[in-house]
Structure formats: structure tokens, C-alpha cells
């Protein structure tokens, strides 16, 4: 007769370790001839349509220091609410827009990503959604990547009706996902994301 086969126990999940900004971006790190060039560095090209903007912030964990290890990932609409819409006919054809991004964390924990002012997509409950952006973070000590988003302040009325946002019942929280505009040459959105403490930002479970 055979052995009775044991239960299995789930394996202990593991952190990024110290060295996923460097995996995940190795040409920022130094390292050459793995990807000719960091996958998600580059959204816009030159045919990209839309409002051409920069989305900045700062990691800070729960002491208030600088996050300098994180990955930041971000997706996104174009400027029409469109995901994913190719230059040409073709659906292989090279996109105007990614709508995906990837940017490490500098010894600032500084994130910086080149990209267009999104627009309204349709929520769950079928009504547009106020411009945002999916944010995704991962770092040392960071068991599964945290799940966030970034609205912005000059989009207050439709703000006011996101779906999402008034799901959160504090004012003070819905505030933390929300970028302050910054003028130059290129609009500039600005938005710290803190992982723990008084100031944390708003995570979503997915």
C-alpha cells in the first residue's frame, strides 16, 4: 500500500531583497547588454498624442526616510482614456504610447516618468473615472508589491465623482493620492507616497 501522500504547507513568502531596482532596471544600475534599454523607461515617442506632463514624487517609509532601493511601476490611458493604441493598423505596430512605465527610486528616493495627462475611463459602475494613473511599488522589505493610485489636483470636479476615491470615507486619506501641480515648461504633478505612518499613503488590495 502506498504511503499516504502529506500536506503541503504553503512556502514562506520572501522579500525583494536588496537588489530588485538593479534586476528590474540594470542599465540605470550600470549594467550593460541585458536589455539594450530598461524596459518601461521610455512611454512618449514623437507621434504621441496628448498633454505631455512629468509625474514625480518621493518613496518615504515609516521613519520618514528616503526610499532608495524601490521599483516604481505605473499604468495609464492615453489622452483619449484609450489603453494601448498602436501608431498604425496593425496590431503589431510600434505604439504612440505604452501606457506602461518603469522607474527606479534614486538615493533620494526620487521617481520621475515622462508621460501624458491621462484621460477619464470608464468605472465599475460605468460612469468615467477621474483622470488617473495605477501606481505599483516594490523594495527591500516589501513582501507584495503595493497597489496605489495618483489622481491630480486640477481635475477636482471629476475628482469629486471618481468611483474610487469616494470609497475611501477620510478626506485627509483620499488627499494622499492626489498630485499637486507644479508649473514649467512641461506641467509637473507631484505626489510623495509614504509606506507607513501618519502621512501613509492609501494601498489597495488586488
Known sequence: MLHPVPTLKETPSQTAGPYV?????????????????????????????????????????????????????????????????????SAEARPAFTGWGRQPANGEGEFRFETIKPGPVPGPDGRPMAP??????????????LQTRIYFADEEAANARDFVLNRIPDPKRR??????????????YRLDIHLQGDSETVFFDM
Do not use: F
Open 21 to 89: 531596482h538593479i534586476g528590474m532596471t540594470p542599465n540605470w544600475a550600470g549594467i550593460r547588454g541585458v536589455y539594450d534599454a530598461d524596459p518601461g523607461a521610455t512611454m512618449v515617442s514623437a507621434d504621441t498624442p496628448g498633454t505631455r506632463i512629468i509625474l514625480s514624487g518621493r518613496i518615504i517609509d515609516g521613519a520618514g526616510v528616503p526610499v532608495s532601493d524601490a521599483v516604481v511601476e505605473i499604468w495609464q490611458a492615453d489622452g483619449n482614456g484609450s489603453y494601448g493604441r498602436p501608431v498604425g493598423s
Open 132 to 145: 488617473h494613473v495605477a501606481v505599483w511599488i516594490v523594495a527591500r522589505g516589501i513582501n507584495i508589491g
Open 175 to 188: 488627499a494622499t493620492l492626489i498630485a499637486r501641480k507644479e508649473e514649467g515648461d512641461v506641467p509637473q
